[in-house]
């Protein structure tokens, strides 16, 4: 490839920086190049600097044809030689309608903390130069900052969907996150209750605030969001259903109630079993004599919920995971966090030969791979018919 040269003119009382560009053919033509500078001696060493610049540009294998590109092909080659500290915040505002609310404040506060300082301290790092082993490097500097397994493999899915739009839009022609090594993590092991743990936490409970949110979560295994986000409307006492389709989140701005779940298995309609029909009704009774009680000091903004306060004021997320450790320690209980109860409820019903496929429905796990990689080490019932095989098939019959 001829490499392309040009000088600075002094034009209309400014620098020019004149390129000579080559056609497909061979034959020259000048790009005259506006340098932004007064013309005079004062400026000329500093026009000519500017033109090297441009002239570097030019140099580039992506750049030679810059003139000849489409607009698409110019903001491509723009974004590729775009610095990584400055793509990935761009590109997470770009792909902010596609995610919750929530991820995007998790990807935003992993960009800013961990991905920019580190990629800053790799020099000016394009887009288009990054490879496995940039990537490799961060995931070994989050390591040593303690990030768990668990946590880098986030950081690593979203490096991965940041690239891959890259890919796609083709900026770059392959995903340098493909060729670094996945985080490995460690098995989650969480704590759970037996039944007559959950019968105990419920009995002692009955007269605490968070009851309801206690009883909905141990026997269905919500989620906190999904727990709160239960309306009135969600539950069909004349089909004995309840339909999980809408949850509640708190942010900056307070508690806010989404119909986007987590995931399109999240979505999920179940039965409603009578000891949960029995405790909405009284739920529902009590709330309607408070309304009595408080008139115009019951707040009827959350109506529609079923998960409210004495006052009638939602229940909130946080408050769900700070009261709950309260009140297990003051009722002598074994502690485990809110989300236990999720882990709890999967225990029973794989202890109960409940199969793995139905619990991953009624969890509302997106895949079988979650709900076995959490709950395996917990199959004891299984083990133990595993065990009584063997040992039948390896017994020695005395005679």
């Known amino acids: 490839m001829k490499r392309i040269t040009g000088h600075i003119t002094e034009r209309n009382k400014k620098w020019y920086g004149v390129i000579n560009l080559y056609d497909v053919n061979g034959k020259r033509h000048e790009k005259w190049h506006n340098l932004h500078l007064e013309s005079g001696n004062k400026n000329k060493r500093e026009a000519q600097h500017r033109l090297n610049e441009v002239l570097e540009q030019y140099n580039t294998d992506d750049m030679y044809m810059y003139d000849k590109m489409t607009h698409a092909q110019r903001e491509r080659s723009r974004i590729a030689h775009m610095q990584v500290v400055d793509y990935l915040p761009m590109w997470l505002e770009s792909h902010k309608v596609n995610i919750s609310e929530s991820t995007y404040r998790g990807y935003k506060l992993m960009i800013e903390s961990r991905m ?120 069909d006492f004349e089909n004995k259903t309840v339909s999980i389709s809408h949850k509640m989140v708190q942010n900056k ?110 969890l509302g796990h997106s895949d079988m791979g979650t709900t076995a990689n959490i709950y395996s080490h917990i199959d004891s019932e299984s083990k133990k018919a595993s065990a009584m095989a063997i040992g039948k098939a390896l017994s020695v019959t005395k005679e």
Request: charged content about 30%; hydrophobic content about 35%.
């Open 253 to 362: 701005n307070g508690v806010v109630g989404m119909d986007v779940m987590k995931t399109k298995s999240s979505y999920r309609t179940l039965p409603l079993i009578p000891q949960v029909e029995e405790a909405l009704l009284a739920e529902k009774k009590k709330q309607e004599e408070m309304k009595k009680v408080m008139r115009r000091g019951y707040c009827k903004k959350y109506t529609e919920y079923i998960c409210v306060d004495a006052i009638g004021e939602i229940i909130k997320p946080d408050y769900v995971s700070d009261h709950f450790k309260i009140a297990l320690r003051d009722n002598n209980l074994k502690p485990v966090r809110f989300h236990d109860l999720r882990h709890s409820c999967a225990s029973l019903l794989l202890a109960n030969g409940v199969p793995m496929k139905m619990i991953q429905d009624w």
């Open 116 to 235: 920019i300082p580190f990629f800053r301290e790799c020099g000016e790092l394009r887009v288009k130069d990054v490879t496995g082993d940039e990537i490799n490097d961060y995931y070994i500097s989050i390591r040593k900052d303690g990030l768990k397994g668990s946590t880098a493999q986030r950081h690593h899915a979203m490096l991965h969907l940041a690239f891959k739009s890259a890919v796609k839009r083709q900026i770059i022609p392959n995903n340098p996150v493909e060729q670094a090594d996945r985080p490995k993590s460690q098995q989650y092991i969480g704590k759970y209750y037996n039944a007559t743990e959950i019968k105990e936490l419920l009995e002692k409970t009955k007269d605490d605030p968070l009851h309801i949110v206690i009883l909905l979560a141990a026997y269905y295994g919500l989620r906190r969001s999904e727990v709160i986000g239960l309306k009135w409307s969600a539950v």
